[in-house]
């Protein structure tokens, strides 16, 4: 289980160690409780991988590889996507 309260402002990076930023907010289905993207502040460098919307990464959650002291996004999902 992952508390929303515990991903916050955590710093977000692919699975290959390119830095993305950090998590601003999230996106919930309200009637599961799921959460379903990840809304990232980018860091000073642009990732081109990921498209921005109003200045935003937002990435599906289900590219998540791992949430530790980091939240890492696998790369090769967020290219399929693209």
Known sequence: ????KS??????LLSDGTVVGTLYNITVD???GS???????PAQNPVPELE???NLYIVPFESV???SDYIVLDKRKILRKS
């Open 35 to 41: 959460i379903l993207e990840l809304i990232i502040k």
């Open 65 to 67: 590889k791992s949430i």
């Open 52 to 54: 921005k919307h109003n």
């Open 7 to 12: 991903l916050a402002k955590k710093m977000v």
């Open 30 to 32: 309200l009637k599961t």
């Open 1 to 4: 289980m992952v508390f929303a």
